[in-house]
């Protein structure tokens, strides 16, 4: 954006110069602008314009035009391209352009002229560029100008003094010779968006359309918060010069432009008037004119007189003081009354300087004067010559300082530090006079201080106020009720209470609500005859008028309304005046008998009146008299002088085509009539006009019309017609009787008939000097008078301080402020003084502030308000004045009702902040006094927001809040102090109990909890409370304020801060029981849970409270711990004793584990009822009790474990004993799933599934022991099998018919087994349950193959679950070498094919009898079990030859000799393997090398030699073993002997092995055997030879694969060669002499 700045200079026109009266119009981007008109051939226009420019592609257009009668003519154009102007700070020349007849076109647009004419015109054009002060520069004065508004007060009297004094009046502001000179015809066709949305107030702005809207600045300012009105005057004519800015920038003060402009005025004069000048004399308004009655605040300091060379020092002193001090919301308020004191222009300046000061008030004097010698020197130091020289040079040499020499710093800076100590003055003024009560510091009025340090629009932003000082809470609820009616002082001013009683006397005695109507009778004149009311000519040949057939007064039909109501008093002063005697009489007699009447028939008023103004009867009946007579009287004797201020008008119709009006007004007292001049092009006209009138008749009428004039063909054809030539924009008529004193009134401008577009309206100042009442106070303040002494009187002198509410029904109720005698006495006096209901609502109001707390008050107060809010702020559609002007002009005072609304905000907040005593719940009507309280709030932020028109007031919702919030505060704060008292007096019966607590253990202890739950109850009877009383009563503000949930909100933040550092406390010394605690976190969370978990702030967060409470809870599961393992202990007792019985038929299991489980369910339950919401905590809890259940149940499995072995012989109870067993995990798995299943904490679900497994094992263990304990007795069955089977003949080879014979042999074979089973599982089936019944099976399945194995069979190992060392085997069946005689003793040599038939058919038998159709064992789980396959394995190897089980010993046993970890010595040997080409026979020769490290003790000889033994098949019919020469005593021998080994070609060498043994010889004896090696040839079978030393081990190792070979091999006694593998076998070292 661009700021282009135009100013229209001058013009050289050819022609001769009357011919011409021509203005110019500037055209940019769709704005318009018009100067004003000016006569001659050589006009001078210099007028600023200033236009913001976004396209710089576009033309200036400039045409200057010739005002005409009917019409205007162009008398030429200038286009100037926006790209060739040039960017300046400062004012140039100007350049002279020739217009021209005709304009380019193209594409729609003008981009040029043609034709030149002989007319020139001289334009200076330029962009501006930005403008400031330096920003450190504005800071600090910013700063400085805040430090002096903290320090102010607004409350000090001298304001009260400026509200009293009259204001004082200009003349008009413009009075110039020649009418067209002065127009300011800035009209457009064009509204910028930009206008100010919100129209000005009552004064004098440029129209919407005029290139000053154009111009942000304004808007931006409104935007800060500066007042419109402001603004608008700022606004009037932002048609700037450059100059102006400069002064303005270079000083940013008021006075610098002041002083800069009065030799300027005074230039001027004698030429036309500058739209500059005006343009200046409302900006000096814009930051300071702010006063609430110095109506001339900063005008004086610019209405500066031609003649004088110094400022109106005492004026400026005084309004520069004062304005200073004014805050933001003065300012908002009172800038409206600034606009008349914008500048006049008086031919002499002495006449405007007396008007000026004649109607000040002394005081006001008196405090000018001071304030005067203050300013005095500080003015000394700015050399402002003002009006030594006449002409325009003059205002830049004041503005500089002297061309040369620069000031002696920035003059801005002067001014400034001028007008503080001129505040700093009036502060002290004011402190002294101001309420002594107040403290300095605080702020009367909403916030303090103003905007800038500039008077430039650009001004600082300053941080804004809150609108209620928090300050003010801190005074007394008292005080903010009576300082609401500090003003009433008309209890106590007995001069004015003796006026007012008269005059009230006088509105009583003859009301006009009584008087006599006119009586109107349709009437034709016969001569032309005007109108008594608005004197128009009665129109029409007949009946053209209205005529009273009483008094004779003749008027339109449409004025007949507008005429003096009473026809009796009118017609006895019209009787008198012609000399009617007998008619006057007549009258005369007429008005006496009806104030007889009245004083016969209402008695009651006039003694209320009397009681009122406390009269006594004598003056009373005197006074009587005196008003009768003023009555009869009338206006004979009656007379005033009358002085009408015309000042402005705002808001008014727009009648011209331009969208605007030319208004002027005329004012007519009885037949006097007088008019203002014409303000061109101006809907919001300023006119500063005084007239003088003197009236004789009461009655008479003010009559105030504003017209439009109209100087074109048809008005003047309209006037020769009609008396009205112009347009009608409104009237307001005024009876003579409703003025008294000085009056400064808004009036809202009336319509004459339905037809009349009028809106808007006027303000007069008036002033009455009625004879005989010279210095009386204006009508409003007497009734205010008399409406506060009526309420004194009927309130606190009849009532005894309680408001009596008058019971009044319909739309209109809320104007009835009394009973019927009050209210008839307030409305006669309001209807006769011209008191507008308005303001007789707003005293009203103002009364009952100082009640507001009486019943019913607030419901009154509420309404009025509201209806109050509804008259400023429901604007009718015909005017366009803002609810914040139309409020502003209110005759109440906007200051006094601001301030009144403020101190009752401020009380009621008070109130509300402790609503529980205020308004106890058990009292319905203050329970609705609450409610209405509550609305009143609402309605004072409506009537801020709406009719003050504030940016952003406090919301009532959130007042309201905000006030239950504290209100709970202090709530819990005393059931917190007094917890014990108040528990034992709501909700203990015993009077005598807990009387003797100390004060100190009020609150809560360390050595017991008793308070907290007292506390709790205290807590939720508030919520109830809250909940059930308030709430219903509280909702006018459903979604943002439910008084239960904030109830429940703090009372919980508050209880829980408190609760939290306790249990901190508590957790430190634990003085307690866990019981207790527990029992308190019960109440805490319901206290959550039922209150506080649905709260907005709270709903889905995890609350803090289960975190208090975690260390006592897990105190309490340690305690439980023990509680349950000592219940185990005992409930196994008792178990015991009864010999676990089952605890019913259907139940297999004894009562101590329902027990057990029974006391660990109901800990959970208690965990579980915490309902703790917290899943960390949850988690802590949980792996502790898992800790617990672990515990317990392992306790329960060993004990029965260690007793188990004893009840095995005993028939059920082992199953009994391991059904217990089982159920404890079926119900640990409930468990489990009870405390959360998946979802459990990992820990806690790892430690509840490893107690499973360990359960798991115990009844593995417990039924390994139940099956062993059979081990005994299925022995004797296996061995009575044995027996069977031996008996069983015949050959391997069964023939088919010899089949039947195998499974009957296999039948009796297995009877013995099957007698037994029979009986035991039958009962098992019944005892156990399904789970244990498979347990018991498997391990009976298991004894009855190990043993069938070991006694028929002989198996292997007992341990079928894994591969144990042979050498443990061997040591369970002694030693292996031993094994022959054990066999000898053994009745079966061997088993026949036939045999190891019946016993494969025998298994299949027992395998479907543990299969029991499906009710058993699975039948995979019998195929795949490890001892059928052992015993399975031992049966095929009894088929195999002798060659073949050696071959598989040897393919198999790979690891003999291996792993000799402690090697008794060591023998070198050399093996070479040979196999014949031809045959595929091998040979193995053997060379024995020698014996070295031979670990043997022997007392005797030692004669150590070396065995070789070849082992494999078909070797029966070869030579088998070598032996080499012994050596004596020699434990390293050397041998070097060589042998030879014949292997056959059936088997490959794989087959063979080599056994190496070294023996000491003995003579007479077995030979010892001292070490033992066993080479396999597989080993040395791709290499072909070999040399090693052989470790030497004590023994052979061998699997289970190699001991079967060799049990079965040891029982063929007839085979030489089984017999002779055997031995080598089972050999081992010999046992030394020395061990």
Partial sequence: MSLLCVRVKKAKLQGPPDKFNTYVTLKVQNVKSTTVAVRGDQPCWEQDFMFEISRLDLGLIVEVWNKGLIWDTLVGTVWIALKAIRQSDEEGPGEWSTLEAEVVMKRDEICGTKNPTPHRILLDTRFELPFDIPEEEARYWTRKLEQINSLGDDE?????????????????????????????????????????????????????????????????????????????????????????????????????????????????????????????????????????????????????????????????????AHGSEQDDEHQERESNYSHHSLVSYHKDSQTWLKEQEEPRSKGEEEISETEGKHADHSTAKLPLELDKSKDVDAAAQVRYHGDNEPPPFSPARAHWIRAINKVRMQLQEGQDEADPSKPPWLKGGPAGGLYGIDSMPDLRKKKPIPLVSDLSLVQSRKAGITSAMATRTSLKDEELKSHVYKKTLQALIYPISCTTPHNFEVWTATTPTYCYECEGLLWGIARQGMRCAECGVKCHEKCQDLLNADCLQRAAEKSSKHGAE????????????????????????????????????????????????????????????????VVCAQGLQAKDKTGSSDPYVTVQVGKTKKRTKTIFGNLNPVWEEKFYFECHNSSDRIKVRVWDEDDDIKSRVKQRLKRESDDFLGQTIIEVRTLSGEMDVWYNLEKRTDKSAVS?????????????????????????????????????????????????????????????????????FAMRYGIESIYQAMTHFACLSSKYMCPGVPAVMSTLLANINAYYAHTTASTNVSASDRFAASNFGKERFVKLLDQLHNSLRIDLSMYRNNFPASSRERLQDLKSTVDLLTSITFFRMKVQELQSPPRASQVVKDCVKACLNSTYEYIFNNCHELYSREYQTDPNKNQDLPPEEQGPSIRNLDFWPKLITLIVSIIEEDKNSYTPVLNQFPQELAVGKISAEVMWSLFAQDMKYAMEEHEKHRLCKSADYMNLHFKVKWLYNEYVRDLPAFKGKVPEYPAWFEQFVMQWLDENEDVSLEFLHGALERDKKDGFQQTSEHALFSCSVVDVFTQLNQSFEIIKKLECPDPVIVAHYNRRFAKTIGKVLMQYADILSKSFQSYCSKEKLPCILMNNIQQLRVQLEKMFEAMGGKELDVEASDHLKELQVKLNNVLDELSAVFGNSFQTRIDECVKQMSDILCQVKGTGNVAANARNTVAQDADNVLRPLMDFLDGNLTLFATVCEKTVLKRVLKELWRVVMNTMEKLIVLPPLTDHTGTQLIFSAAKELGHLSKLKDHMVREETRSLTPKQCAVLDLALDTIKQYFHAGGNGLKKTFLEKSPDLQSLRYALSLYTQTTDTLIKTFVQTQTAQASGVDDPVGEVSIQIDLYTHPGTGEHKVTVKVVAANDLKWQTSGMFRPFVEITMIGPHQSDKKRKFTTKSKSNNWAPKYNETFHFILGNEDGPDAYELQVCVKDYCFAREDRVLGIAVMQLRDIADKGSCACWCPLGRRIHMDETGLTVLRILSQRTNDEVAKEFVKLKSESRSTEEGT
Avoid at 233 to 262: K, P
Avoid at 607 to 627: G, N
């Fill in 582 to 645: 007998d008619r006057t009489q007549n009258f005369i007699m007429a008005m006496k008998d009806r104030m007889k009447i009245r004083e016969r028939n209402k008695p009651e008023i006039f003694d209320l009146i009397r009681d009122v103004f406390c009269e006594s009867k004598l003056t009373h009946a005197q006074q009587m008299k005196t008003v009768k007579q003023s009555v009869l009287d009338g206006t004979s004797k009656w007379s005033a002088k009358i002085t009408i201020t």
């Fill in 760 to 828: 808007g309206a006027i303000r007069l100042q008036i002033n009455v000097e009625i004879k005989g009442e010279e210095k009386v106070a204006p009508y409003h303040i007497q009734y205010t008078c008399l409406h506060e002494n009526l309420f004194h009187h009927l309130t606190d002198v009849q009532g005894n301080g309680v408001v009596k509410i008058p019971d009044a029904k319909g739309d209109d109720a809320w104007k009835v402020y009394f009973d019927e005698t009050a209210q008839e006495i307030v409305d006669e």
């Fill in 156 to 320: 000090y009297s001298f304001q009260e003094e400026v509200q009293k004094k009259p204001l004082p009046s200009a003349a008009s502001q413009c009075s110039f010779e020649d009418a067209d000179s002065a127009v300011d015809d800035r009209d457009s066709d064009y509204r910028s968006e930009t206008s100010n949305s919100i129209p000005p107030p009552y004064h004098t702005t440029a129209q919407p359309n005029a290139s000053v809207h154009q111009f942000t600045v304004p808007s931006r300012l409104q935007q800060q918060g500066v007042l419109r009105d402001s603004c608008a005057d700022s606004l009037q004519n932002y048609d700037v010069d450059y100059r102006e800015h400069v002064a303005i920038r270079r000083y940013g003060s008021i006075d610098s432009i002041v002083s800069g402009r009065t030799d300027l005025e005074s230039t001027s004069e004698s030429s036309q008037m500058t739209s500059r000048q005006c343009s200046l004399e409302s900006r000096h308004s814009l930051d300071l004119s702010d006063s609430p009655a110095g109506s001339s605040r900063y005008g004086s300091s610019c209405n500066v007189s031609q003649g004088s060379s110094h400022l109106s020092e005492l004026d400026h002193s005084h309004e520069s």
